[in-house]
């Protein structure tokens, strides 16, 4: 297979996990508010942007979203398209500085920086588009801004920079060994997922799932 054909299959494989993770992984966080769950595609789409840059990052997560929309989800459209929105937020930050600084502090800022955009985002969005989806006043919505969409997305954020960082480097090892990423060129400076990310990754993730556990 040629480069691009590596790469088209890489993104659809990504794809495929992406969408299983978010049909089985599904977890409601905030008991007040049905639609707000916590699922872990974005981890997958965020490591594919940060493998193949913050394009890929948006075609994978309009692709998930819509077979999602036609399969599982309940929200229809809007639910698309604040989907979309939110993933690439989070994703498609993360990959684009991480695609010019492609380095241990470069991923680190990427993802931190992508979890501050998508919480930043979506108190914007929610605030706009939530009142149209529960049929209620605006200001109803914005009295929901701080108690519950700020803690639920900086909660998802989170957990999506924590994961990401533990299991990006697992998953291009595989996608290597199978031939369908190419090796770093030799004077390329590599990432170092070494043991400090590993040991801030777990520390913001049992912070998450404390949390969770907290609210439920």
């Known amino acids: 297979m040629n480069t691009n054909t590596k790469k088209i299959v890489t993104l659809a494989m990504l794809s495929a996990i992406a969408y299983v993770v978010m049909a089985v992984g599904r977890i ?3 008991p007040t508010v049905e639609f707000l769950k916590y699922d872990p595609k974005d981890i997958i789409i965020a490591i594919g942007g940060l493998v193949f840059g913050p394009l890929s990052a948006f075609l994978m997560s309009v692709v998930v979203s819509f ?4 399969t ?6 809007i639910g698309l398209i604040m989907n979309v929105i939110s993933t690439c937020a989070f994703a498609c930050t993360a990959a684009f500085i991480y695609k010019h600084k492609r380095t241990l502090s470069g991923a680190v800022i990427g993802l931190i920086a ?4 998508m919480t930043g985002i979506m108190l914007l969005w929610n605030y706009i588009i939530t009142p149209i989806y529960m049929g209620v006043p605006r200001e109803t919505v914005a009295n929901m801004l701080m108690p519950i969409f700020l803690p639920f997305n900086l909660l998802k954020s989170g957990l999506n920079a924590a994961l990401t960082m533990l299991l990006y480097k697992p998953l291009v090892k595989v996608f290597r060994k199978s031939n369908l990423i190419p090796e770093p060129e030799a004077n390329a400076k590599k990432p170092i997922f070494n043991l400090g990310v590993l040991l801030v990754s777990l520390f913001v993730l049992g912070t998450c799932l404390l949390i969770i556990l907290l609210n439920r």
């Open 67 to 70: 077979v999602e929309m036609v």
């Open 72 to 77: 599982v989800s309940e929200s229809g459209i």
């Open 114 to 117: 992508g979890s501050l955009a």
């Open 28 to 30: 409601p966080i905030i």
